[in-house]
Each structure stands twice: as structure tokens, then as C-alpha cells.
């Protein structure tokens, strides 16, 4: 205790005395070399890049923990209730320039960097970043833990620390080719290892029921093995202040190995065990068409929800709490269902592990977790089949068991029909019956949302009808939001120093203020400030294109970009035979018309998912042959960069002039690349899919390039019976393009390359391209129209910007916090 409060006394003084942990260059300076000779031991002439790297990143992690450790204690004085993110991803991005500036810091430490004659951009250049998420559903969960943290919400984000993150993609002769991402090589310093924070997480083996003494029922779990997972935290800042934990499980074995055994032969099988128990936590799932059976996957998600449980309840026992106000104390955002075996695991936890009753366990576990929904595709949703669960996790397959009777038995008592009932049940009794992860999750929870308006409507009216029907007020909607502060304050300096100078810098806190920017959008010389930034940009951007690409890019081009995975959905062919019509046009000496462009592509696709790769060898072909094309290379460039990642939509975002959201509609949950494309001043082509309909909402259908048909037209569509062959036959430009393909002309002259695209097109057409090619053309020539006029372009893209306003991540979690997590922001001191 007295030990205690001696140490109680230090942290109070650490921030109030400036010199303890200061922000002045001079503090800064001193630290930095502190921690590159204490730390890391570093003759000055043997100081490596990445030396120095790590020195500066642990001079501001201990500022972060600092602000980490005020916030939390903060939250425990108010005993305020808290949220819970549970995310299988996370995809933080590069941390060192993000903290400087939430830290407001940069500057200063730009100049103590250039006193030791070191440059801090070839420095923040160093850091590889954390790739633990596929796309969209990572990045989104990063952008809220920085808005919960800006906005004083009690946070903690639960997820896996995955050794390997997201494969790094190579090009070879124009195919993808994946390498392991070896993110931990050179060692994290953001992390703290936290070895006493371990849960055991337990595997396989059988359940026994008994009756104890007193007459209780119970069942005990006997596992055929265990594993332990440690906790390895990560301070992630909010702007100015506050700062909550990333806090990711690894798997170790219990024991490093069984000393009982002498003999060598068993000595090495311990040590094998160790290994193998290791394994869970090793990589990441690319998104793979088919995750169902992969019983490696289905590990990782109890492993990190079992650990993640236990710690909270730990916690909130630990405060003296009874767990029977669990739910009152904290709520659980499940992030899409990879974590929605939580609900099955908090049962568990309640009735066997602490002695509740049903009734009891099952009234807290269903006002704990609310449920995110991300995406509408059939093939995406989350299935296990019986067999699997049933021997990894046997009891949580009778808890399973368990709430589908009582869930039936009360749709029945309802009066609910047979049919109904079976669509609705948490088994999925078509071919070998398997749980269907989004029904435990709706029913486990006591909120369900969707991203945008339109995804979370769909929801309601199709893939969740029956239960929307059955519990109307669970259901709302959420619309995503990105995190402003790093993609545009940190990764378009130029553009926010720009706006800063015009409307002051409150933007950084409340995006809608934005809208002064409005009355600036038809000031000449405004857009003519505006539009030199744009150029500076796609300048360092065009660095980077002949660099990693090989690609020389003027950049006075319309730099027309579609950056995101690579999936049929997403439609990146679309804009592939698109460019094509225009090579032909330009070949036939028809192109007078077409803006000199850039088309510039990124994104990985799945590994196993053939044709997203064929979709990427048919955009490295297109690219040989236009760049090689002295008659069309002024006009045309085509470019695929390689490995797209955080870092380096930081540099890509701020040199776009046009963006590409041209999914068919009723596909994309809701996109949050249109989101900042448009905040750093792209104009959008694109279709009414996703949260493209709420950005036109908001910056008006006269500043924004629709095509395609919308959601009903495309399942009119298809009611109809959709034929494409007929587009090929009737459209004299389409059948020319899908010609072109198999013609020899593209990858090597083997005009079998792209046959499986071409025929997949003529015969099933599953995403409707041709449907919607004609229309999408026809606006593009609008889009070459509104460029030869660069006042009217840099207006519109003033008034993109301006109206972005509802698209920061800030307020989307207030929106979770007012009609989801009933949470209320802590106002912190400093
Ligand atoms: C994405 N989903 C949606 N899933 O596609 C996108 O529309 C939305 O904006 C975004 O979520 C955020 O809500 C997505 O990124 C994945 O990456 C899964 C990861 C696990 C395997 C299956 C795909």
C-alpha cells in the first residue's frame, strides 16, 4: 500500500512537471537521444535508419502511455460505463506520424531531428506498418478507436496479434504473387507485452453433465488441450488528449514444455506442443472466397473472444462489481460476426464458469453484445458446420443448441409457421447442417446495425427480414466514417494547411465545419491555391508510381483512381474495358474527345480467389500495351501499384482528381474509400451502391457522376432473366471491347489468357457489367467534358470537400453511442 501510493505520488507529477515528459524540442531532442543510447545501445556511428526509427517511436510512446494511463484513470474515477470492440482486424496504419499529431507534436520534433541534421519524413519512411486487416472492416475499426479516443469514450479495442498480418503483394510477369508479412522483423516498439494479463483458452475434448450436492445441474468441459493467451497492448491517441488501448492476444503454450518428460524424443514432442499451440495466432485469413472449414479460423476467433471475455470480467470484478451488472458496465461491439462466438462463450463463462442460471446468464449476455453487419453477399456469411464445432468448442455447440430451442419454442409461441421458423433458426439444415454465425449474433444481441442507409435497409427488407420483422426496434443503422485527422490532416498537409488558413482549424474536431468552405468555392483565386496543391500531390505521388510500378505519369493527367481489393463486385474490370474502348478509339483516330488520364488501380486480391487475379494480370496487360504505345501514351496511362496498404492510400488519396465507387448496386456494404477520396477533393464516378447514395445526399447529385442502375433495377434485372449474350450481340462497342480480349493482342499474345473473363461476361455476367457498361461510358464522357473546364472542376471539388462534414469517424461513434451503446463521453483533463 505505502509502496502503493509512492508510486500513485510519481504518476500524479508526471505531466504536471513539464521536464518529466515534456513537448518542447528540447525535451524532445534530449529524449530521443536518451532512448537511442540507453535503449537500444547505439554506437552513433553504427546507428541504422531503423535505429533511429525506434528511438523516435519509443520517445512518443512514452508520451502515448502517459496519455493512456490519465485517461484511463480518469474513466475509473467517473466509473463510467464502457465499450468493448471486438475486431478479428485492425488495421492501424503507420503509428509514429498519426501520434505526432494527435500529440501535436510534429513540429517540434521536426526541428529537434533537423538540430541532429536527421530529416523526420525519411524517418516516419521506416516504420512497417501493423497489416493485422484485409480492407475495409480493418481500417474502419481503426478509425473508431481513434474517434472513441478523441471524443473521451471508455474503450478498449480486443483483437488478435497475428504474427504474419495480410500477405505483401508482388507483381511477377503481371500476376500477383503473395509474400509473408514479416511486421514484427525489426520488432514493434508500440506494443507493451503485458506477460501477467494471460488467459487460458480451452479446445476439443467432451462435456460431462452432473448434479452437485445441493442438487444443481452443471456441466464440466474437459478439453483435450489448453492454451494461454498474454495480452500485448497498444496506446492508440485521440486528438489532443486522450488515449485508449489496442490490447491483442498471442497464443503460447501452458507450460514452455512438460517437464515430467526426460527422455530427448519427448523433450523435443514438448516442445512441439509449443509450437503447435503458437500456431492460432501465426497469420491472418486473407478474405478467401471460402473461410467456412478452415478450422485454424474458427480457433482464432474463440481464442481472441475467450481471452477478451475473461479479461473484462476479470476487470470488472476487480473493481468490486457483481457480474449480474456486467451488461450495465459494459457493451460489446461485435465487429461483424468473426467474434459472434462471444455469445456462446459469455453463457458458458456465466453458467459454468460462475454459477448462474440460465435465465440470468441469458438476460445479461443478450444486453451485452450488439451486432455489425458488413456485408450482404450470401457467400460471405458466416458459417460452421456442426461436425467442426462440434469437436473444437462441444460445449458451445450444446449452448448453441440450447438458445435455438428456447429462440424456436418463442417464435412458435408466436405462432410463427414452419417455413419461417426454419429460415430463421440458428442451424442451417440444407446439405451438412451448420450454424449460421449471423443469427447467434442477431439473437445474442440487443442492437443490429448496417453501415450505410441503404446496406442497413437491405438488411431489414432481405438477408434479416424475418427477425426485423420479429424485433423492429433491434435494427438501425450506422454510417461509416474515417478518421479525417489521418486522411487528411496527416496524409494532405498541403490541403489542410490550405483549408486551416481559410476557416480556421476547428475542422479537426468537427468536420461540419467544413461547410464555410462553400462560399470559397467559386473564388478564382481560391481554386487556383486549390488546384496547385492537387498538382504537388500528384507529383510526389507520381514518384512513387515510377518507382514501385516502373510507370512514368505527366502529372497535369486526370488522375482517375479505383483503389480497394480486388473483387467482381467491386467491378475493377468495368473500368478495365472502358480504357480499352478508348485504346480502340484512339487507334481508329476518334480520340480528340478523350482527357489525357491516368488510370491508376491498387488492391490486393484473395490468393485462392482465381479470377481477382485474372482481373490483375488483365490490368497489368492493358498497362504493357498502352504504355508501350507511342500513339496512345500521351493520351492513356494505365498503372497498377503494387501492395496497397495504409501507408500508401496516405499518398494516393491526395492525388486523385476522379474516384471509383462502381460496385453493382446492392453489393458494397458501404465503401469508406469514396469517403476519402472525396475529402481530399476527387470527384466521384459511381453508382447508387452503399454510402455513394448518402455522400451524393450530401454533396449534391449535380457534383457527383451517377451511372448504372440502382439496386431494385439490378434484382429486376435478374427476375427477369438476364441475358448478356444480347449486350454482346447488340452493342457493336461492347462485343469490340470482349473481342479485344480474347484476341491475342493482350498479355503475351495468348488469346486464351482471358477467355475464362470474357466467357464468365457473355454467359452469367453475376455482377451485371454489361448491363451497366453504356451508361457508365456516357458519364465518363462527361467527366472528360467537366475537365477541360478547370474552374468548374475545382469547384465542384471545392464543394465536395466542404460537404463532408458527415463522414468523419467522429460521427459515426457518436452515433453508436447515442443509439447503441447508451455510452456517454468523459470529459477529460489533461
Ligand atoms: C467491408 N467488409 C465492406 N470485409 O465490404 C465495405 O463495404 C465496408 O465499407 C467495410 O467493410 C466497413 O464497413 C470487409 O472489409 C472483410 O475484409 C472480411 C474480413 C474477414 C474475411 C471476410 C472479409
Redesign the pocket.
Known amino acids: 500500500k505505502e509502496h502503493n501510493r509512492s508510486i500513485e505520488k510519481y504518476f500524479s507529477s508526471i505531466g504536471e512537471n513539464a521536464s518529466e515528459i515534456g513537448r518542447s524540442k528540447a525535451d524532445i531532442k534530449k529524449d530521443f537521444l536518451h532512448k537511442l543510447f540507453y535503449h537500444l545501445g547505439r554506437v552513433p556511428a553504427l546507428t541504422t535508419d531503423n535505429d533511429l526509427y525506434t528511438a523516435l517511436a519509443l520517445t512518443v510512446r512514452d508520451r502515448a502511455l502517459r496519455q493512456f494511463v490519465r485517461s484511463t484513470e480518469q474513466f475509473a474515477e467517473k466509473d463510467a460505463r464502457g465499450v468493448a470492440y471486438f475486431s478479428?482486424?485492425f488495421l492501424p496504419g503507420p503509428h509514429l506520424g498519426n501520434n505526432l499529431l494527435n500529440l501535436e507534436i510534429m513540429e517540434e520534433t521536426r526541428q529537434a531531428l533537423a538540430e541532429l541534421d536527421l530529416d523526420l519524413d525519411h524517418i516516419l519512411e521506416q516504420e512497417v506498418e501493423p497489416g493485422l486487416?484485409?480492407?475495409?472492416?480493418?481500417?474502419?475499426a481503426s478509425c473508431y478507436m481513434n474517434s472513441m479516443a478523441t471524443l473521451g469514450i471508455p474503450a478498449i479495442g480486443y483483437g488478435i496479434r497475428y504474427e504474419f498480418g495480410i500477405f505483401k503483394q508482388e507483381i511477377r510477369e503481371g500476376w500477383q504473387s503473395e509474400a509473408t508479412d514479416k511486421w514484427l522483423h525489426y520488432g514493434n516498439p508500440w506494443e507493451v507485452m503485458r506477460p501477467e494479463i494471460s488467459y487460458e483458452v480451452k479446445f476439443g475434448g467432451r462435456t460431462e453433465a452432473g448434479t452437485s450436492k445441493e442438487g444443481k445441474y452443471f456441466v464440466e468441459w474437459h478439453p483435450e488441450s489448453v492454451i494461454k493467451g498474454t495480452a500485448y497492448d497498444t496506446p492508440i491517441l485521440g486528438y489532443q488528449s486522450n488515449g485508449i488501448i489496442m490490447r491483442l492476444w498471442k497464443a503460447e503454450a501452458v507450460e514452455s514444455f512438460d517437464f515430467s518428460i526426460y527422455n530427448m524424443g519427448d523433450y523435443y514432442r514438448a516442445v512441439e506442443k509449443k509450437l503447435r499451440s503458437e500456431n492460432i495466432t501465426k497469420v491472418l485469413?486473407p478474405?478467401d472466397e471460402n473461410?467456412s472449414g478452415k478450422e485454424l479460423r474458427l480457433k482464432q476467433q474463440y481464442f481472441f473472444v475467450s481471452c477478451s471475455l475473461q479479461d473484462m470480467i476479470h476487470l470488472h470484478l476487480l473493481q468490486g462489481r457483481r457480474l449480474n451488472e456486467f451488461h450495465e458496465k459494459f457493451s460489446v461491439q461485435l465487429n461483424?460476426t468473426?467474434p459472434s462466438i462471444a455469445v456462446a462463450e459469455l453463457m458458458r463463462l456465466l453458467l459454468d464458469e460462475h454459477d448462474m442460471e440460465w435465465d440470468d446468464a441469458w438476460h445479461i449476455t443478450s444486453h451485452t453484445f450488439a451486432y455489425?453487419n458488413?456485408?450482404l453477399l450470401p457467400e460471405?456469411l458466416e458459417k460452421w458446420s456442426i461436425s467442426l464445432l462440434g469437436r473444437i468448442l462441444p460445449r458451445h455447440l450444446e449452448l448453441i443448441y440450447e438458445i435455438n430451442s428456447r429462440f424456436l419454442e418463442e417464435l412458435r409461441e408466436k405462432g410463427l409457421n414452419g417455413e419461417q421458423i426454419a429460415r430463421m433458426s440458428l442451424i442451417d439444415d440444407h446439405g451438412e447442417q451448420a450454424v449460421r454465425m449471423a443469427h447467434l449474433a442477431t439473437v445474442g444481441s440487443y442492437k443490429v446495425n448496417g453501415?450505410s442507409a441503404l446496406h442497413s435497409r437491405l438488411l431489414k427488407t432481405q438477408v434479416l427480414n424475418d427477425f426485423a420483422k420479429l424485433w423492429p426496434e433491434k435494427f438501425t443503422n450506422v454510417t461509416?466514417g474515417v478518421a479525417h485527422r489521418r486522411f487528411l490532416a496527416l496524409s494532405n498537409p498541403r490541403l489542410a494547411s490550405l483549408i486551416t488558413e481559410k476557416i480556421g482549424d476547428q475542422w479537426l474536431t468537427d468536420l461540419t465545419s467544413f461547410r464555410e468552405l462553400e462560399k470559397y468555392a467559386g473564388d478564382p483565386a481560391f481554386q487556383q491555391q486549390w488546384r496547385k496543391v492537387k498538382l504537388e500531390n500528384k507529383k510526389e505521388l507520381c514518384k512513387l508510381l515510377a518507382e514501385r510500378a516502373g510507370v512514368e505519369v505527366d502529372p497535369a493527367m486526370l488522375f482517375d483512381v479505383q483503389v480497394k481489393?480486388i473483387h467482381e463486385y467491386k467491378r475493377q474490370h468495368l473500368k478495365v474495358l472502358h480504357i480499352i474502348d478508348l485504346y480502340l478509339r484512339i487507334k481508329d483516330g476518334k480520340g480528340e474527345d478523350i482527357a489525357a488520364s491516368a488510370f491508376i488501380f491498387a488492391g490486393k486480391a484473395a490468393p485462392g480467389y482465381f479470377m481477382a487475379k485474372l482481373i490483375i494480370r488483365l490490368i497489368t496487360a492493358v498497362a504493357d500495351l498502352i504504355n508501350n504505345d507511342e500513339e496512345v501514351n500521351r493520351k492513356l496511362k494505365v498503372v497498377f501499384l503494387p501492395n496497397f496498404n495504409v501507408k500508401q492510400a496516405q499518398r494516393v488519396y491526395p492525388a486523385a482528381d476522379l474516384s471509383e465507387q462502381i460496385s453493382m448496386a446492392g453489393k458494397?456494404?458501404?465503401?469508406?474509400g469514396n469517403m476519402k477520396f472525396a475529402l481530399n477533393g476527387a470527384l466521384t464516378i459511381g453508382t447508387l451502391d452503399?454510402?455513394n447514395v448518402e455522400i451524393m445526399e450530401e454533396v449534391g447529385e449535380e457534383n457527383f457522376f451517377l451511372f448504372g442502375q440502382t439496386t431494385e433495377e439490378v434484382q429486376e434485372t435478374k427476375r427477369k432473366g438476364y441475358r448478356p449474350y444480347e449486350f454482346y450481340e447488340e452493342n457493336s462497342n461492347i462485343r469490340r471491347v470482349l473481342d479485344f480480349l480474347v484476341s491475342g493482342a493482350l498479355g503475351e499474345g495468348d488469346p486464351e489468357l482471358f477467355r475464362p473473363l470474357f466467357n464468365n461476361l457473355v454467359q452469367q455476367d453475376q455482377y451485371q457489367l454489361l448491363k451497366d457498361f453504356r451508361s457508365y461510358c456516357e458519364k465518363k464522357e462527361e467527366v472528360f467534358k467537366l475537365w477541360a473546364n478547370e474552374s468548374e472542376w475545382d469547384r465542384r471539388s471545392i464543394l465536395n470537400v466542404a460537404r463532408m462534414g458527415k463522414f468523419s469517424s467522429d460521427r459515426s461513434i457518436r452515433d453508436y453511442c447515442e443509439n447503441i451503446w447508451n455510452v456517454e463521453p468523459v470529459r477529460l483533463r489533461d
Do not use: F, K, M, P
Open positions: 478479428a482486424e486487416g484485409n480492407g475495409g472492416l480493418g481500417r474502419l485469413y478474405n473461410l461483424d468473426h455489425t458488413h456485408t460471405a453501415v461509416n481489393r458494397e456494404a458501404s465503401g469508406t452503399g454510402a
